[in-house]
C-alpha cells in the first residue's frame, strides 16, 4: 500500500511538471487522477462496491500509470533544458550527441 500511496503523490504532480509546455495533456491527466485517487480511497478503506465500478475505477489507474510515465518521458527526455540540466547534476552520465 505504501508504494500504492507514493506513485498517486507524484502521479498527482505530474500535471504542474506540464503545464507550461503541455497544457492539453496536463489537463487530459486530471480525470485519470480523480479516478486513481478513487480507486486508491475505495483499496484503502476496503469499500465494497460493484464489479462494474471497481473495473471502470481500477482501468482508469491503469491508464494513469500509463499516463502518468508518458508524461515523465516529456518533462525528463523531451525538454533540452531539463536533459542539460541532468548531464551537469550526473557527470557520470554518457552525454550522446544524438540525445542532445
Request: glycine share 2%; no cysteine.
Amino acid at each position: 500500500m505504501d508504494v500504492l500511496m507514493v506513485y498517486a503523490l507524484f502521479a498527482s504532480i505530474t500535471p504542474l511538471f506540464l503545464w507550461i509546455e503541455y497544457r492539453i495533456t496536463a489537463m487530459v491527466q486530471l480525470p485519470f487522477i480523480l479516478g486513481m485517487w478513487g480507486f486508491f480511497f475505495i483499496e484503502f478503506a476496503s469499500l465494497q462496491i460493484n464489479t462494474m465500478m471497481y473495473s471502470t475505477l481500477l482501468a482508469v489507474f491503469i491508464l494513469n500509470l500509463i499516463f502518468a510515465h508518458f508524461a515523465f518521458y516529456l518533462v525528463f527526455f523531451e525538454h533540452k533544458n531539463t536533459r542539460e540540466h541532468i548531464f551537469e547534476k550526473f557527470p557520470h552520465i554518457a552525454r550522446r550527441k544524438d540525445v542532445i
